[in-house]
């Protein structure tokens, strides 16, 4: 019998618990800083791991209504972050703290790939996004599973070679980023991390008899 074993050391939902602001952004070397405004500031303490449009980043500062997070290189290269500007919102969740539900699926905030928005259709008050993704990652996108849009928890659907759809309700369009989300944006994906494992566990059978 085989075991997935998942390190659950910072965990989210994709459950987005509120929206802030990026204020300014300031490069560290090959890094980019970022203080971001948000009510959920004063809740917060110094090395703390929050996800940001499901980048998860540690709380370096905190000042007041505001905190100060650094993003490094590699988090640059495979994330949007190297594009946001003054004034983006930003979907924010606090790492789960044990014993909590888990109201989406789990999270890690480790952004595997960029997506593009293709399109924008409402539909009598909820909205139908669809996103194109590269075709490295088909192996891990199923009809009804579970993707990370921006941090944001979804189920995909009409799931084709390097594309799917999510349904967006009245609620999560206006209580996350996904409104600032238009043809051709970029938005961070993470697939399913049970998912994952299961494709790196077949890549590397058990073989009988050790």
């Known amino acids: 019998m085989r075991f997935i074993w998942i390190n659950f050391a910072t965990m989210f939902t994709g459950i987005v ?9 300031a ?10 405004q ?17 980048i998860c980043l540690t709380v370096e500062e905190i000042k007041e209504d505001r905190y100060r997070v650094t993003a490094i290189e590699e988090t640059i ?19 789960m703290s044990l014993g909590g539900r888990l109201d989406g699926h789990i999270v890690q905030g480790h952004v595997d790939a960029t997506g593009t928005c293709l399109s924008v259709t409402p539909e009598n008050g909820s909205y139908l996004y669809r996103f194109s993704f590269p075709k490295a990652f088909n192996h891990l996108i199923i009809e009804k599973g579970s993707i990370a849009v ?7 659907f009409d799931v084709a070679d390097g594309a799917f759809s999510v349904a967006i309700i009245p609620y999560t369009y206006e209580h996350t ?4 989300v238009t043809p051709g944006s970029l938005v961070n994906l993470e697939f399913d991390v049970i ?3 299961i494709a790196r566990m077949q890549s590397f059978p058990v073989k009988t008899g050790e």
């Open 27 to 36: 490069p560290n070397g090959h890094n980019l800083s970022f203080w971001i």
């Open 195 to 197: 998912g994952k494992y």
């Open 150 to 156: 921006s941090g944001t928890s979804l189920t995909c």
């Open 17 to 25: 618990e509120t929206v802030g602001k990026v204020q300014e952004i």
């Open 77 to 95: 290269r495979k994330s949007n972050i190297g594009n946001w500007q003054i004034g983006k919102a930003v979907n924010l969740e606090r790492c």
């Open 38 to 54: 948000a009510a959920i500031s004063p809740m917060l303490k110094v090395d703390q791991s929050v996800s940001h449009e499901g």
């Open 177 to 180: 980023s996904i409104s600032q």
